[in-house]
């Protein structure tokens, strides 16, 4: 340390102190139960699209609507896959504040950048078989009743918007991907 | 080892406590959530002492908590004004406070400023500058080469260069510190 070039910014706040290491214990111990409580509401958020979806599922094996049961079935494994990941890709970094501070960084926008870059196989990859046997089901069975093509005709609107929306989710994160790239190239030149 | 946490961080508190209370001050304007950053550098500090070993001096390590943990506050803040990099800004930007009268409270004010307008990196160089740290220092604790270091120092002091008379001895406001 040499002589500070401001005086005066050094002088600020002089009589600060840190917080009493007991009441500091306490308030870390706060922290990691406000996490755990936090965890548990995102468990039981997933559980709520969870429920019902699996219901849905064995009402259908109930009545003998095999493919229905397989594909809401397919559809609510896709379910806890995908809250499995958002754990293990998305969610908050192991901190480690005590690592060179552009290291901190660089760590954080790798993380961000590959959850973002890969979203189509860890957020909707596995959507994709409970999704393409609902629709095939639905169409099917509407076969049977008015034809085939009436039935192609009133499942080409939810198909292909769900296709569009899809396209949308990977093209916004490939962007917002991008971003974070640039941002870590950036890092890489301040070296 | 509770113990030898404890005498670690009450070491850390004699000696870092007020540079903490002023990178929280700095980075947060209103005193209730500054107060809040700074027990949470506290926790953040206490918390990653059990990890502690050595392998660094404790005010590489106490700074590189600080500016972290600081640094991560300020990316949660929903609202804060647009970052702008140090290479891009041609002069101080206003003080929040235009009250201030004495022309060093103002500089330091605006330089206040500027540190919340930087980007993150940086922000921690010229913040650990103002405190007097000396480039070799800086650089072990953010992870940047003593060039760049060197670099966004200069930066500043050039901006600060028009608020200030030329050096006139061994006092200048900025000598001295990247030797």
């Known amino acids: 340390m040499t002589r500070p070039p401001f005086p005066q910014w050094t002088a600020a706040a002089g009589d600060a102190a840190f917080t009493d290491p007991a009441r500091i214990a306490a308030r870390a111990g706060r922290f990691e139960r406000t996490i755990r409580r936090r965890n548990l509401i995102e468990y039981a958020a997933g559980g709520i699209v969870l429920v019902p979806a699996a219901l849905a599922a064995l009402a259908a094996a109930w009545i003998g609507e095999y493919a229905f049961a397989l594909a809401l079935g397919l559809l609510a494994a896709g379910i806890v896959i995908v809250l499995r990941n958002l754990e293990t890709r998305a969610g908050n970094l192991e901190r480690r504040p005590e690592e060179p501070c552009i290291e901190h960084l660089r760590r954080q926008y790798r993380r961000q950048y590959e959850a973002l870059r890969s979203v189509p196989a860890w957020y909707i990859g596995p959507f994709v078989p409970g999704l393409v046997l609902l629709y095939g089901t639905v169409t099917w069975k509407s076969a049977e009743a008015l034809g085939w093509r009436a039935a192609i005709e009133g499942m080409a609107v939810p198909v292909f918007a769900t296709i569009g929306a899809v396209i949308a989710v990977v093209a916004l994160n490939r962007w917002a991907a991008r971003r974070i790239r640039a941002r870590l190239d950036a890092l890489d030149q301040l070296e | ?179």
Request: charged share 30%.
């Open chain 2, 1 to 179: 080892m509770e113990d030898a946490i404890e005498q670690l961080y009450r070491e850390a508190g004699r000696q870092f406590a007020p540079a903490i209370a002023r990178l929280a001050r700095t980075v947060e304007r209103d005193a209730d959530r500054a107060r809040d950053l700074e027990q949470e550098i506290h926790c953040a500090l206490w918390t990653s002492l059990a990890r502690f070993r050595g392998d660094c001096a404790l005010k590489t390590w106490v700074y590189r908590v600080a500016h972290n943990v600081a640094a991560d506050h300020v990316a949660r803040a929903v609202r804060g004004p647009a970052r702008v990099p140090l290479e891009e800004i041609g002069e101080l930007p206003g003080a929040a406070n235009p009250e201030t009268e004495a022309a060093e409270r103002l500089v330091l004010d605006r330089l206040a400023e500027l540190v919340r307008r930087l980007p993150r990196l940086d922000a921690q160089v010229i913040v650990l500058w103002l405190e007097g740290e000396r480039a070799r220092d800086i650089a072990e604790i953010t992870g940047l080469s003593e060039g760049a270091v060197n670099v966004r120092v200069y930066r500043v002091k050039t901006l600060l260069s028009s608020h200030f008379d030329e050096p006139k001895s061994d006092e200048s406001p900025t000598e001295g510190v990247l030797s």
